[in-house]
């Protein structure tokens, strides 16, 4: 059995082209799929990919994790970057996907079987750049509590926000107030019983995310969110030891030997691998067995497409400190008209059942994605008050 062919397909969905892998073999109608979304990025992870098939052509596609190796080690160049990281992952994904397809199984059988029955959602609320309210009123708050309970009348147990806003590396008291006003109209409009997540974006400097996380910390969040730059992973630990709210972080992070360092300096009670972006599920399944190791959850990044999904719920389904998945139900009208899925959902609660088809249990509509060609992303630009780049 050999690999024939890697194919892209990128498919424009508002706010990022999703990019979408096909790995083709010489058996009849066998073959994988899997993503490398990577916003503002698009053209170079395409590239990237291209450049990684020279590798995987004539290649037996069941040897994954020689495959993986080869990916990453040769070129020279390892694949730490976030591009490389990021075909990685697409490809590799593609490849868990034939494999469950070869032996007639989902994936999460490949990996010990089912750990769990059913995997929660959550959602995050949206509303554009919540930066941009900054300036208006008080009124804010209660735009946050609508939001909140739009998201529980739609099911979930469980959302994000983002109820911090931009700041530069010290300012006073009042963006400070308003993230507290904003959680406190969360947690008063839905209750005890919802959980709630703020996240930072890791737009603040480490002291300022330190009094977010103090001021915040009354309203008991399921966890808190990149409240620094992950650059400054000793500044994380800080602000973990500082508060008894949880901290995440992860999204930004490729490969195990980052979370690595996260995991031996205590940062985070919670990690947040992207499996498009941190070396695939090969690497992500690494990445959570040392998590293990160290006693820490799950809870994996994922705004991106349906093969993003899919992922993420497989690896959910066979591991043990996975606690929770984000979901993005409401980019675009006619997602569900791109992907067939084989994994089913309870409206009340938002609970995904586990896949029973093989492989990822998903297949994309060729023709529709051709519906909705690539598009350059908006391009994000942020400035502080006085004209200086801030952190989008």
């Known amino acids: 059995m050999k690999i024939t062919r890697i194919e892209t397909y990128v498919c424009h969905a508002r706010m990022r082209n999703w990019i979408f892998v096909k790995v083709l073999t010489d058996q009849p109608g066998l073959w994988g799929w899997g993503e490398a979304t990577l916003e503002w990025h698009t053209k170079a992870v395409v590239g990237a990919i291209e450049d990684l098939s020279q590798l995987l052509i004539g290649e037996d596609p069941r040897r ?4 993986w190796q080869m990916m990453y080690r040769q070129h020279f160049w390892h694949g730490n970057g976030i591009v490389r990281g990021t075909a990685i992952s697409g490809i590799d994904i593609a490849l868990w996907d034939i494999a469950g397809k070869i032996h007639g199984v989902p994936c999460h059988e490949l990996w010990g079987g089912r750990v769990r029955d059913y995997v929660r959602l959550y959602c995050h609320l949206g509303g554009g750049r919540m930066e941009d309210f900054y300036e208006t009123s008080p009124a804010d708050a209660n735009r946050f509590a609508a939001l909140a309970v739009q998201a529980v009348e739609q099911g979930f147990t469980a959302f994000k926000s983002m109820a911090v806003p931009e700041t530069m590396s010290l300012e006073g008291l009042q963006p ?56 400054t992973m000793d500044d994380i630990a800080m602000i973990q030891r500082a508060v008894k709210t949880p901290i995440a972080s992860g999204e930004r992070l490729v490969g195990v030997y980052a979370f690595r360092e996260m995991l031996e300096k205590r940062a985070v009670s919670v990690i947040q691998p992207d499996i498009t972006h941190c070396g695939g599920l090969t690497e992500a399944r690494r990445i959570t067995a040392l998590a293990e190791a160290y006693r820490v959850s799950v809870a994996p990044h994922n705004p991106q497409g349906p093969i993003s999904t899919a992922a993420s719920l497989e690896l959910g389904f066979a591991t043990s400190s996975y606690i929770i998945c984000e979901s ?9 008209e791109v992907v067939n899925e084989g994994f089913s959902l309870q409206e009340d609660g938002r609970l995904i059942f586990p896949n029973k088809r093989p492989g990822l249990g998903i ?30």
């Open 64 to 67: 994954i994790e020689h495959l």
């Open 328 to 336: 993005v139900h409401q980019d675009v009208p006619w997602r569900n």
């Open 363 to 392: 297949e994309i509509n060729e023709e529709e994605v051709k519906k909705h060609p690539f598009q350059t992303e908006i391009l994000q630009r942020t400035f502080y008050k006085d004209g200086s780049v801030g952190d989008w």
């Open 176 to 231: 400070v107030k308003y993230a507290e006003a904003c959680v406190r109209a969360m947690r008063d409009a839905v209750g005890d019983q919802i959980d709630i997540m703020v996240d930072c974006h890791a737009r603040p400097s480490p002291r300022m995310g330190l009094l977010f996380a103090k001021a915040l910390e009354p309203y008991n969040l399921y966890f808190f969110e990149e409240p620094c730059w992950p650059e």
